[in-house]
């Protein structure tokens, strides 16, 4: 293995989730982590993350905090040469060639890089993922680097230790999960916009910030339309037509929305609960601090 090739080695469990362990890119046996991965893990989109990243470039220095692989298959690509040893490298890191092809940007970040990323998102979850990354990701080789120097005796005895101490903290994890959707299973009927509304601004944050928060709501609004055969647009119009009709000022009128539509029929309350206790399960959400 040459000083600054990538290449993957295995895969570990993460969050739930298997990631793949990347070596290499920043120097010899130094893990790496793909934006594919990071997308993963902080439940965003990829073109997302790279936009981050992307648009806070100066802040990044290349081959210290990140590596372009896009520009690296380009530029062999210009001088004719055909970087298969590339492509390889990203369909094991999961990325299909679609995606590969349409990207402009695809960006491998060292612990450096990762740690300045964080920085841009700062949110409470992408630094609480952040410790655990680097706990469980980052310092784990030098916990095996430190372990080379011992007898093959002491060796076992730590790394029964530590696979240990890593079960219990899946256990901890599955216990954590376990109680959140405990919790979201207790949403209150009669509470249900507060507290829908709660889930849906804190899938958003979890995707990355505020911004996110009329993309969660709509596509909670197009699983219902969609799983109890309505259209809330044209409910929404004649709902605004009978208030006019009815003499109802006009500044009411337009505070009208999907959700006043939906609590005027007790099934579709029953039928939005329940669709957002699955987008609160699917995207990991807690209620802990709903009150």
């Known amino acids: ?51 981050r990243i992307t648009d806070n470039i100066k802040r990044f220095k290349e081959s210290i905090d990140f590596i372009d692989i896009k520009q690296r298959i380009l530029l062999t690509d210009t001088l004719g040469v055909h970087e298969t040893h590339t492509l390889e490298l990203l369909q094991n890191l999961g990325y299909a060639k679609q ?11 060292s612990e450096r890089g990762y740690a300045k990323l964080i920085k841009i998102m700062d949110t409470d979850l992408a630094w609480d993922i952040h410790d655990r990354l680097m706990d469980e990701y980052f310092q784990l080789r030098e916990e095996r680097k430190s372990l080379e120097n011992l007898s093959p ?20 994890e599955v216990d954590r999960k376990v109680d959140s959707i405990k919790e979201v299973i207790a949403l209150r009927p009669n509470a249900w916009r507060k507290d829908t509304g709660v889930i849906i601004n804190k899938i958003a944050y979890s995707l990355g910030g505020a911004e996110h928060i009329r993309a969660v709501r709509e596509e909670s609004y197009k699983i219902l339309e969609e799983r109890m055969h309505v259209a809330l647009g044209i409910r929404l119009t004649n709902k605004k037509k009978t208030y006019a009709m009815n003499g109802v000022c006009k500044s009411k009128i337009d505070k009208l929305n999907q959700l006043d539509v939906i609590a005027d ?27």
């Not at 920043?26 to 991965?37: A, I, N, P, R």
């Not at 995606?99 to 970040?109: K, M, R």
């Not at 399960?281 to 807690?286: E, F």
């Open 99 to 109: 995606s590969i092809t349409q990207a402009e940007h695809i960006y491998i970040l």
């Open 153 to 172: 005796q002491l060796q076992f005895l730590i790394n029964v230790e530590l696979e240990q101490k890593r079960q219990a903290e899946k256990l901890e």
């Open 1 to 51: 293995m040459k000083e600054n090739e990538l290449v993957v080695k295995g895969r570990q469990e993460f969050m739930g989730r298997e990631i793949p362990v990347v070596l290499g890119g920043f120097g010899e046996g130094k893990k790496c982590v793909s934006d594919k991965t990071i997308a993963e893990i902080h439940g965003m989109r990829e073109p997302d993350v790279r936009r």
């Open 265 to 291: 029929d007790p099934k579709l309350i029953e039928g939005y609960i329940a669709i957002i206790k699955e987008m609160a399960v699917k995207y990991g959400v807690s209620l802990e601090e709903r009150r």
